[in-house]
């Protein structure tokens, strides 16, 4: 059995604040933590979806391609010069998929806001999902956290374990938080499902964890998924 990891001092990191005041009502408009470009298996370009941030006045936004930050530099170019012209733009924070085992089921793991070129996460960033040791969940929170980042269990209603047993096991292995309001009926603008994400919201308050939300868009539209 893993041991547990004790978990990143959420406090000393300044996502964790803004975690802290998600709501339901936050995504789409003004956070969105959980996103895929054309560098993974989403369907805009980068600069498109930074775009659509700025049209949308998102606040906070994380690109979070699997395995893959490719997508970071050219959303950040367009946000800077949005902001050389004076527009209101999004904090970017860097954020990726990873693929993790968590109590032998296959999940995926958000990491949020780490140091880009730490050596602990690059085994990570090569476009596809490791083998091994390193697919324990265990293992990935710690790689996270050494490149000073948060680690967030993604879309916790969408494995074959059940939601509870998942958040519990993540917050034993020191996970930071939970995505904790998704659209599982993949509604045409996203919307939190009613009463799974209650549910959900419930557990990770049990558990002791911070809530986040995105749309986990794939195709040409930020407001869905």
């Known amino acids: 059995m893993s041991a547990a990891i004790p978990a990143l001092p959420t406090e000393i990191h300044p996502l964790a604040g803004v975690l802290a005041g998600v709501t339901p009502q936050c995504c789409p408009t003004r956070v969105n933590f959980h996103c895929h470009t054309v560098c993974s298996d989403g369907s805009l370009s980068p600069a498109a979806l930074a775009q659509q941030a700025l049209s949308l006045g998102l606040e906070h936004l994380a690109i979070t391609d699997h395995h893959s930050l490719a997508a970071y530099d050219e959303a950040h ?48 960033l090569q ?48 996970f930071d938080g939970a995505e904790t309001w998704y659209d599982y009926g993949m509604a045409p603008v996203w919307t939190p499902t009613p009463l799974l994400c209650e549910a959900i919201a419930a557990e990770v308050c049990r558990c002791g964890l911070l809530m986040s939300c995105g749309t986990d868009t794939h195709g040409y539209d930020l407001r869905g998924r």
Request: aromatic content about 6%; hydrophobic content about 50%; glycine content about 10%.
């Open 127 to 174: 476009g596809s999902s490791l083998v091994g040791e390193a697919l324990r969940a265990d293992v990935v929170v710690a790689a996270i956290h050494e490149a000073g980042g948060l680690a967030l269990l993604a879309h916790p209603g969408r494995y074959r374990l059940p939601f509870k047993t998942l958040i519990a096991a993540a917050a034993s292995l020191g």
């Open 77 to 124: 170019a367009v946000l800077e010069r949005a902001r050389d012209e004076h527009q209101s733009t999004p904090r970017l924070w860097r954020g990726v998929e990873i693929s993790a085992l968590l109590e032998g089921c296959l999940v995926h793991v958000l990491a949020l806001g780490f140091e880009a070129h730490h050596p602990s996460l690059q085994a990570y």
